[in-house]
């Protein structure tokens, strides 16, 4: 009885470490004090989409460059973002994210963007994990990638395939109405 109960024991242990072994998730910390982040402070919804859970793997954003992907992106931007970072990423009370200079470096990278949404940095720029779903978080990521105005050779964050189709985006909106 005693040893049934202890392979029952065991073999539930390895059970478990396999299941969390079997995906590796990257590890997230926060821009500004580099504290892992608390991931489950994300919102329930949009946790488990193909996007997220590749992205939580990889720490590559599958929706950058992806159309459908990019219109909604825009909606989020401009509803959550535009007002202190600009309409086109110009800048406004927030720096400008349209070009290839970041006050933290990591934002070149996808995880870099994604920590600094998810957890915030200084002053106005709080976190967003009560504002936004982790999905949505990449939607607006793959926008903040698509209205970049540099040179396609610095934007280190796309695969050598998107950096080669990539027109950087016109630096006035094509419709002054828009
Ligand atoms: C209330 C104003 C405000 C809102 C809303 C806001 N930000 Fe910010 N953001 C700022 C400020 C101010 C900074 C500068 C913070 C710092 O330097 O630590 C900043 C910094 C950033 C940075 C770092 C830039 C760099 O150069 O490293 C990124 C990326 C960013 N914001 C993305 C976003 C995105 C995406 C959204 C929308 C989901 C957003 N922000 C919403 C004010 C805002």
Redesign the pocket.
């Known amino acids: 009885m005693q040893s049934w109960f202890l392979r029952t024991c065991v073999l539930a242990v390895a059970t478990t470490t396999l299941a969390v072994g079997a995906v590796a998730q990257i590890r997230l910390f926060n821009?500004?004090t580099g504290e892992p982040l608390d991931m489950s402070m994300a919102m329930e919804e949009g946790r488990d989409t193909p996007a997220v859970k590749s992205f939580m793997e990889t720490g590559v954003n599958a929706y950058n460059e992806n159309p459908e992907a990019l219109g909604k992106g825009e909606e989020?931007?401009l509803t959550?973002?535009?007002?202190?970072?600009g309409h086109l990423?110009e800048g406004?009370?927030?720096?400008?994210?349209n070009d290839d200079?970041?006050?933290?470096?990591?934002?070149a990278t996808d995880e870099?963007?994604f920590r600094?949404?998810y957890g915030?940095?200084?002053?106005?720029?709080?976190p967003?994990y009560g504002?936004?779903t982790l999905d949505?978080?990449l939607h607006?990521?793959a926008?903040?990638r698509h209205i970049y105005t540099g040179d396609p050779a610095t934007a280190t964050w796309f695969t050598p395939e998107q950096r080669a189709a990539f027109k950087p985006f016109p630096k006035t909106h094509p419709d002054p109405n828009g």
């Open positions: 821009t500004v989020i931007f959550a973002c535009s007002g202190c970072h990423g406004k009370i927030g720096p400008g994210l200079y970041w006050t933290y470096p990591g934002n870099g963007l600094t949404i915030g940095a200084e002053g106005q720029m709080g967003q504002n936004l949505e978080m607006v990521m926008w903040v």
